[in-house]
């Protein structure tokens, strides 16, 4: 087997390892703006995780779901879900 010396950022616990402390919320928020192609007064300026969720449909192959709460520069707020696996009844979120 394998091993690779780099984390996966799909990977729940590699997202939250490399982007979810608070030191480094700046580089979420680069990454954020710079992936959603976010510009001027939509860009996010601050972003706060919630809880993590686990599905039971999925819980056997322990992945689970990161929302991130956003907010841009109009105040508005986005909630952005890291998830890997497709799941059944995402659009109805």
């Known amino acids: 087997m394998h091993l690779s010396r780099f984390l996966d950022p799909k990977n729940d616990v590699a997202f939250k390892k490399i982007f ?11 990454f954020l703006n ?10 996010i300026i601050e972003v706060e995780f919630l809880g993590t969720i686990l599905d039971a449909d999925i819980a056997s192959k322990k992945e689970s779901i990161v929302d991130v709460l956003c907010k841009d520069k109009n105040g508005a ?17």
Request: hydrophobic letters at 30%; aromatic letters at 8%; glycine letters at 8%.
């Open 77 to 93: 707020q986005y909630i952005i879900e890291m998830q890997v696996d497709p799941t059944q009844g995402f659009e109805k979120r």
């Open 20 to 30: 979810g402390s608070e030191k480094n919320k700046d580089i979420l928020i680069h």
């Open 34 to 43: 710079d992936i959603l192609l976010f510009e001027g007064n939509r860009k």
